[in-house]
């Protein structure tokens, strides 16, 4: 489970749609049109990864070095917006599904004001929040936290058939009792993609969680081999960001 390309300026941003394109030989299609990308806020919480077999929750793992994350398997079967069994007729026999777990704010604010009145350290922010949670020894006390998890994308899939682009990806994942973010939009060039980055960039303090970028994934990228798929994050907070 890898880190996705990071983009810190507008240059970087077409870079990597450049770097798309000519992984698809775009040069060698007459009248191509724009690549499609389906964005979505980065939310800053900590990734993890969910892995089905038969359509039940087997384990639940952090992100770690990208090869070897820690064990959560317990705490995230405490999550309520983590399904335990996924109920249909088109489950695949395994399924590795990749999300993000935070606190939205309300909730970080509740469990904060419970700790000092309790006497007990309040948290600094929501994404140590939800870290701390998930490292608990007890999951009790995991159970006891209102985390949430949003899903983005897939690892493995192992299925006769299987979604044709991303965005059949996360509403297939969604059917299953998935939540994924209600922000997330399809646009047609990097360009749009840089515009939907500023309208979030806007929204950004509105939102009920806290965000530190845009992730732009390729439409079509689900269909290809894991290595090839493409997804970049631009970052909010970084001198000279976009």
Known sequence: ????????????????????????????????????????PKLDGVAVSLLYRDGLLVRGATRGDGTVGEDITANVR??????????SSDIPSLLEVRGEIYLP??????????????????????????????????SKITASRPL??????????VAETSPDSHL?????????????????QVVSGIAACEDYYQTLAERRDGLAYDIDGIVSHEMGAHERPQPMRASAVAFFDVPGTL
Not at 78 to 87: F, G, Q
Not at 148 to 157: D, H, I, L, P, T
Not at 168 to 184: D, R, S, V, Y
Request: some cysteine.
């Open 148 to 157: 949430e998890m949003c899903a983005y994308s897939v690892g493995q899939f």
């Open 1 to 40: 489970m890898l880190s996705l390309d990071n983009a810190f300026n507008q240059a970087e941003l077409e870079d990597f749609d450049r770097r798309v394109k000519d992984r698809l030989n775009y040069a060698a299609l007459k009248d191509a049109p724009e690549i499609e990308y389906a964005c979505e």
């Open 168 to 184: 059949n990806m996360l509403q297939t994942l969604a059917g299953w009792g998935f939540k994924i973010n209600e922000h997330m």
């Open 105 to 138: 704010r309300a909730g970080f604010e509740a469990l904060n004001a419970k700790a000092i009145a309790s006497g007990e350290k309040a948290f600094v922010n929501p994404r140590n929040a939800a870290a701390g949670s998930l490292r608990q020894l007890d």
């Open 78 to 87: 405490t999550i309520n917006s983590i399904p335990l069994k996924l109920v």
